[in-house]
């Protein structure tokens, strides 16, 4: 069995990727205390003692705007960190996947984007999931670099939650409208990881590593994404503030960031789909499933509750 090392396992990914890769070998999961991304020399004295087969990257740095001001900060991480795991992989003969989003792209493509094209943005986030990307592939042999997008889960800080967040609090929302992408659930993400690892570590020599895009099927603007979500709390019956009528769409122009997001976020899996023959559902069914678990969970019963009179 092999001895996999999931990084990040706090994350909303890292969290997912801990369920649905405990089939494929014996998971490790180290507190930051012991293994730090901005420590090269703690990861390598963590990694010679445990010897993993396989190293799963989730840890990254994934505030868009913070980085911005942080860079020395997000490119450690983001960029230098990988670079460590990857060349540890590289001299172990240990497999690698590393994560990577859709903001490595300048976002000006009239298509969605395919692997092969030029990735290139000014973003600090972007150009340091670039680099980190770039690291993996020159270091380690057997490296898959996923690239996936808008990710959000029931668990964790997403576009989702803030979407909750603001219709409990606010009447009206103002949601971008013109940057188009697919949201992606941790889940789909995870458990196409480990379908993708469970063909590749046994395809032997000639297996197909590389850079893939990974997203669910559709796309969809953030205002969309926005609607699309209060309309089905409504549905729960939770008591919002706004109505989905209410979430209005705003060009990027009038919701100035630090950070300049791509307008175009689509990401062709055609490669994904082709080579590993797998279904990619709509992004439609992963938000139904997260609402569902959310319900389920009580807490969007207790928002109620906290919200307003009991049994109103
Ligand atoms: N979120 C998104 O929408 C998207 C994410 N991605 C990529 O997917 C991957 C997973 O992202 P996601 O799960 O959303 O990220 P999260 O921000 O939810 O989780 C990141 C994890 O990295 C850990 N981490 C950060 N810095 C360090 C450090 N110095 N040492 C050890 N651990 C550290 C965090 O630890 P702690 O909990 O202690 O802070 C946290 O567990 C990343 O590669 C990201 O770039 C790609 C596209 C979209
Ligand atoms: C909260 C809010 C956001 N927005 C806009 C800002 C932005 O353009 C868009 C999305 O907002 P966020 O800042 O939550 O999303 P952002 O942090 O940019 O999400 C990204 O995270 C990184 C880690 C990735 O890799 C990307 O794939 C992507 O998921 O919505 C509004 O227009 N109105 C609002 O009220
Ligand atoms: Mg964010």
Redesign the pocket.
């Known amino acids: 069995m092999p001895t996999i090392l999931v990084?990040?396992?706090?994350?909303?990914?890292?969290f997912e990727l801990m369920r649905a890769l405990a089939p494929l070998g014996t998971v490790h999961a180290p507190a930051?205390a012991q293994?730090?991304?901005?420590s090269p020399e703690r990861m390598r004295a963590w990694l010679d003692r445990v010897r993993p087969d396989l190293i799963v990257?989730?840890?990254?740095?994934?505030a868009v705007d913070r980085a911005e001001s942080e860079t020395a900060h997000a490119w450690a991480?983001?960029a230098t960190a990988p670079e460590v795991l990857a060349r540890w992989a590289g001299e172990h003969d240990a497999a690698m996947v590393q994560?990577?989003?859709?903001?490595v792209f300048d976002g000006r493509a009239e298509r969605p984007y395919v692997e092969m094209d030029t990735a290139g943005t000014q973003m600090v986030y972007g150009a340091s999931?670039l680099a980190g990307e770039e690291a993996v592939l020159a270091d380690c042999p057997r490296a898959l670099v996923l690239r996936?997008?808008?990710?959000y889960s029931a668990f964790?800080?997403?576009f989702l939650h803030t979407i909750l967040r603001l219709a409990l609090e606010r009447p009206v929302l103002k949601i971008v409208d013109d940057q188009v992408g697919a949201p992606t659930s941790?889940q789909l993400v995870a458990d196409t990881t480990a379908h993708l690892l469970r063909t590749l570590l046994s395809a032997g020599n000639h297996a197909p590593w590389g850079v893939y895009h990974l997203t669910a099927g559709g796309e969809v603007s953030w205002h969309g994404f926005a609607s699309h979500i209060v309309r089905e709390l409504e549905f729960t019956g939770v008591k919002l503030a706004c109505t989905a009528g209410n979430v209005q769409p705003i060009p990027s122009s009038a919701w100035p960031t630090p950070a300049v997001r791509p307008l175009n976020s689509r990401l062709c899996c055609d490669k994904l789909t082709g080579q590993f023959g797998l279904n990619l559902p709509h992004w439609s069914h992963g938000v139904s499933y997260a609402l569902a678990q959310l319900q389920r969970s009580g807490a969007l019963r207790v928002r109620r509750w906290a919200h307003g009179a009991r049994g109103d």
């Open positions: 990084t990040g396992a706090g994350g909303q990914l890292g930051r293994f730090d991304l901005e990257n989730a840890a990254a740095y994934t991480i983001n994560f990577s989003t859709d903001y999931k996936v997008s808008w990710l964790g800080n997403n941790t």
